[in-house]
């Protein structure tokens, strides 16, 4: 089993839409929580931080991060054509060199 | 700021044949990183070098090697390439060790015949 699972999608929405996109972890010692956009043939580029539970704002992105459920939701507010991508979320905890990856939700935003 | 760059974009390589992927950094951070992505599998690291001069193994480091050049640079080099190493590979750096936000490059795509 994985430590993080992502659903894989696609996800379609129309231009508008609120948009929420999640993962599950089981490892219980993560505490450090991303989000990774990722636009076809480019490299990942960092959305959002979070440290620990709770929630974060920035503009139209929403991430929360529910440690007791082992789960993590990025939301995308009034969601734009420009927002079709992949995004990845990753996670990593005390100890940890690296991050672990989700394999990442495509989205597409139809116009 | 160019940010991460990486070479080459695209590369085709026949099996056995060796090849370094180049990676630099202008941001002075003293971590970096390479990953593969897989389809459905994400992102996987292959080797990272938490500061310069250091070099670990990560989960997939099997017929890698890597040299941390200088503070700036993060080689990675397949020996003897294999069909099972076709991916596209990605170099990533942060300001220190994870959890530190990582920053990636636009990734090489490679092709093993």
């Known amino acids: 089993q994985k430590e993080v699972e992502q659903d894989p999608g696609p996800l379609s929405v129309p231009e508008g839409a609120i948009v929420s996109l999640n993962c599950t972890y089981s490892n219980s010692a993560f505490q450090y929580f991303m989000w990774y956009r990722q636009y076809s043939r480019k490299g990942p580029e960092l959305l959002m931080y979070?440290?620990?539970?709770g929630n974060k704002e920035d503009g139209r992105f929403t991430a929360q991060v529910d440690k007791s459920s082992k789960y993590i939701s990025l939301f995308i507010r009034d969601s734009q054509p420009s927002d079709s991508a992949t995004y990845l979320c990753?996670?990593?905890?005390?100890?940890?060199?690296?991050?672990?990856f989700g394999s990442g939700t495509r989205l597409q935003v139809q116009p | 700021n160019a940010g991460v760059t990486q070479t080459p974009k695209f590369q085709v390589l026949k099996t056995g044949q060796s090849m370094t992927l180049q990676c630099a950094q202008d941001m002075n951070h003293n971590s970096m990183y390479w990953y593969r992505q897989d389809p459905g599998m994400g992102l996987r690291l292959i080797y990272y070098?938490?500061?310069?001069?250091?070099?670990d193994k990560g989960e997939v480091p099997n017929g890698y090697n890597v040299s941390r050049l200088n503070k700036r640079e993060f080689s990675l080099r397949l020996e003897s390439a294999a069909p099972s190493q076709t991916s596209v590979y990605f170099c990533a750096s942060s300001e220190r060790d994870t959890p530190s936000e990582q920053f990636f490059g636009p990734g090489t795509r490679l092709t093993v015949l």
């Open positions: 990753a996670m990593s905890g005390p100890g940890r060199r690296a991050l672990t």
């Open positions: 979070t440290y620990s539970s």
């Open positions: 070098s938490a500061s310069e001069g250091t070099t």
